[in-house]
């Protein structure tokens, strides 16, 4: 009885320390259409909005599906450094706009998951071209529960004057599958509540033959 109960606490103890799943989530931006293009907004007539296109990558390199659950029902946002050159300039980057209040669950099937994305640079004057600067932009996944492990490489637009060019992490990153054992995490709980057991028992037993 004493060591079915070591065997299952145990168990229990090193699913409890273990934390996020393991498993982990890649996400990078292969490519992005320049030069972007010029929104006009008439409610912001203070303000440039420039739209860029593009393509990019989930990459899930376990042979499982993964799944995330999200608080809206998108899963892709985008989170943004910018450096203008001109330091009066400020700007924001918008993200998907048409996401529905609702808890989602997502899958993220095994391999390189690539779709299309789209994404907007506002800046705070009235400008007709980007101005100088290195914005660099990632995707960011919304995991509401925080079940895996997550890389977002960047890529970063460096504007010099008419010169545009783009930089793209992880395009030569080599993704591996965890391989798991909960051998070693069993077993020193293993011998920690066996022990304690054996400790009681024999404490316990010198009580009795006391009394």
Request: net charge negative; aromatic share 12%; proline share 5%.
């Amino acid at each position: 009885m004493l060591i079915l109960f070591s065997v299952i606490f145990s168990l229990v103890s090193s699913q409890i320390h273990a934390g996020s799943s393991g498993y982990t989530i890649y996400t990078r931006i292969t490519k992005i259409d320049l030069p972007p293009t010029l929104v006009f907004r008439e409610n912001y007539p203070n303000q440039t909005f420039f739209a860029f296109e593009g393509l990019a990558d989930i990459i899930n390199p376990c042979e499982k599906n993964l799944y995330i659950g999200s608080s809206t029902t998108c899963l892709v946002f985008y989170q943004a450094d910018l450096a203008f050159e001109n330091d009066s300039y400020s700007g924001l980057i918008w993200g998907p706009s048409l996401c529905g209040q609702a808890f989602t669950n997502h899958t993220i099937e095994p391999g390189i998951n690539e779709g299309y994305i789209f994404f907007e640079l506002s800046v705070n004057e009235t400008l007709q071209n980007l101005p100088n600067g290195n914005f660099t932009i990632r995707l960011h996944l919304e995991d509401y529960h925080g079940l895996h492990d997550y890389v977002h490489f960047n890529s970063t637009i460096t504007v010099n004057d008419s010169n545009i060019t783009m930089s793209y992490e992880g395009r030569d990153a080599i993704f591996t599958c965890p391989t798991f054992s909960t051998l070693p995490t069993v077993i020193p709980n293993f011998i920690v509540v066996l022990m304690s057991g054996i400790l009681v028992m024999v404490i316990v037993r010198k009580k009795a033959r006391v009394l």
